[in-house]
T-cell receptor, first 111, second 117 residues
Framework: LAKTTQPISMDSYEGQEVNITCSHN???????ITWYQQFPSQGPRFIIQGYKTKVTNEVASLFIPADRKSSTLSLPRVSLSDTAVYYC????????????FGSGTRLQVQP | GAVVSQHPSWVICKSGTSVKIECRSLDFQATTMFWYRQFPKQSLMLMATSNEGSKATYEQGVEKDKFLINHASLTLSTLTVTSAHPEDSSFYICSARGRQGANTEAFFGQGTRLTVV
């Protein structure tokens, strides 16, 4: 399984754009990149998933360079409620494979 | 979106007793369910993978006789912590994915906070 490396923590202020980068040098050809958000005492919540280039949804954008050895989650104009732990996961696009969680990035948004 | 529901959300039990945690996929068929454990300030650690109708596959270091997993239907998996001890106190989270080739997003339950006293 591809191992991921993320910053342990990040600080930001309300209204700023936050970019969290994840390294996954050993990503396999059929691996997808998925980001999850977790609040204290809650299960992780899906944010976004991509394979290459750029993916955007209503809450975030995901940038993946051509070599796919890293990815960047971009959160536009964060608010206090975005304070959470963000996990970058890399895994096969199949239903029987478990997702392996790394240490995640603890984002603290200040007023 | 798809919903995975866990029950109970929290439970307190006496040392030596057993506790059952249920995980249900409410609007999709989950051929595979996963059980994670999370200690404070730590990441999720995979405990086991359960496939409907077959025995669960446990991760190294997880005692299969202590953490009994049953996945009897496509919408329900249960985790039973047998003879619980204080060191089993943790946050247990289940996850479900659909059939291969279908929706591959993993959905997580809200978690179960187990406290063994």
């Amino acid at each position: 399984l591809a191992k991921t490396t993320q910053p342990i923590s990040m600080d930001s202020y309300e209204g700023q754009e936050v970019n969290i980068t994840c390294s996954h040098n050993n990503i396999a050809t059929n691996d997808y990149i998925t980001w999850y958000q977790q609040f204290p005492s809650q299960g992780p919540r899906f944010i976004i998933q991509g394979y290459k280039t750029k993916v955007t949804n209503e809450v975030a954008s995901l940038f993946i360079p051509a070599d796919r050895k890293s990815s960047t989650l971009s959160l536009p104009r964060v608010s206090l409620s975005d304070t959470a732990v963000y996990y970058c996961l890399v895994g096969a696009h199949t239903g029987r494979r478990a997702l392996t969680f790394g240490s995640g990035t603890r984002l603290q948004v200040q007023p | 979106g798809a919903v995975v529901s866990q029950h109970p959300s929290w439970v307190i039990c006496k040392s030596g007793t057993s506790v059952k945690i249920e995980c249900r996929s409410l609007d999709f068929q989950a051929t595979t369910m996963f059980w994670y454990r999370q200690f404070p300030k730590q990441s999720l650690m995979l405990m086991a993978t359960s496939n409907e109708g077959s025995k669960a596959t446990y991760e190294q270091g997880v005692e299969k006789d202590k953490f009994l997993i049953n996945h009897a239907s496509l919408t329900l998996s249960t985790l039973t912590v047998t003879s619980a001890h204080p060191e089993d106190s943790s946050f247990y989270i289940c996850s479900a994915r659909g059939r291969q080739g279908a929706n591959t997003e993993a959905f997580f339950g809200q978690g179960t906070r187990l406290t063994v006293v």
